[in-house]
């Protein structure tokens, strides 16, 4: 009952000719995709991947937002600013912020609760890295990461954020969670979403997997119960992978 999302986080890939270039190509593959298709793409090709869109079923996403209206922030983005330039989806907390840039759930935070203030629509991404699970800790640490983010939400907003589950080790490393990992780890979201904001929202969260999620290994885990859709990274980069992640279904 929860439709799939399909994302792809372009990360710091593509010129604005190159980014409208892949999305004329991924358009006539994606035409009959059965889930919500998204490109996450860098902001200043947001302008030219909304024009290449149009009349396609593929929303545009941006990968970070300011959590202030306005102001002193060299370099920063606001959710207007995105907006205006097409952005519908973003991106917040991807492990990358946090590992680089010094993001922290404080901040994750900020930025979702400006962000579903401005009506974009919020792709979190919390995980854990590879000696929090060695630890034992993956499951506090996810339930911590997503309470935290959603901190000041109400159910109703709760419900419209789609959460992606991104284990920092499976990140670009070609290593992917099993498909039970990941079910198990997105069930421990899930299940601390419902303690919190009860068994209703709770079913409504979409909550993807990502982590080196390609062509052969999405059907596997899209067959598990409680994996809603995936956030791509590499395999997003080139349209045939892409639209064969896609349309996982087919
Ligand atoms: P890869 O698919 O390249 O592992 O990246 C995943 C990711 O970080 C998506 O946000």
Redesign the pocket.
């Known amino acids: 009952m929860r439709k799939p999302i399909i994302a792809g ?1 372009w990360k710091m890939n593509k010129t604005p000719d190159e980014a409208a270039a892949l999305v004329e190509a991924l358009k006539p593959l994606v035409s009959d995709a059965a889930c919500d298709v998204v490109v996450c793409v860098p902001a200043v090709d947001l302008h030219a991947v909304k024009a290449a869109v149009k009349g396609s079923k593929i929303h545009v996403g941006a990968q970070n937002v300011h959590f202030a209206e306005k102001g002193a922030y060299t370099g920063e983005l606001s959710a207007d600013m995105l907006l205006q330039s097409g952005a519908e989806y973003v ?1 917040i907390g ?3 912020r946090r590992q680089y840039f010094g993001e922290t759930d404080a901040t994750v935070n900020q930025r979702v609760k400006a962000a579903v203030a401005a009506g974009l629509k919020v792709i979190l ?1 919390v995980g854990e890295k590879k000696e929090e699970r060695e630890a034992g800790y993956t499951d506090a640490l996810v339930e911590y990461q997503t309470l935290i983010a959603l901190t000041g939400l109400d159910k109703k907003e709760v419900e419209k954020v789609v959460i ?1 589950y ?1 284990p920092v080790w ?4 070609g290593l992917t969670a099993t498909d039970e990992q990941a079910n198990e780890t997105i069930g421990v979201i899930r299940q601390a979403l419902a303690r919190k904001y009860g068994k209703g929202t709770a079913n409504k969260v979409r909550i993807q997997y ?4 390609n062509p052969k290994n999405v059907k596997g885990l899209m067959a598990q119960p409680e994996i809603d859709g995936g ?5 997003s980069l080139k349209a045939e992978d892409f639209s064969k992640v896609v349309n996982f279904d087919k």
Not at 231 to 235: C, D, M, N, P
């Open positions: 986080n991106i991807h492990s990358e991404c992606a991104e499976a990140i670009g490393t990502g982590g080196s999620m956030l791509i990274g590499g395999a």
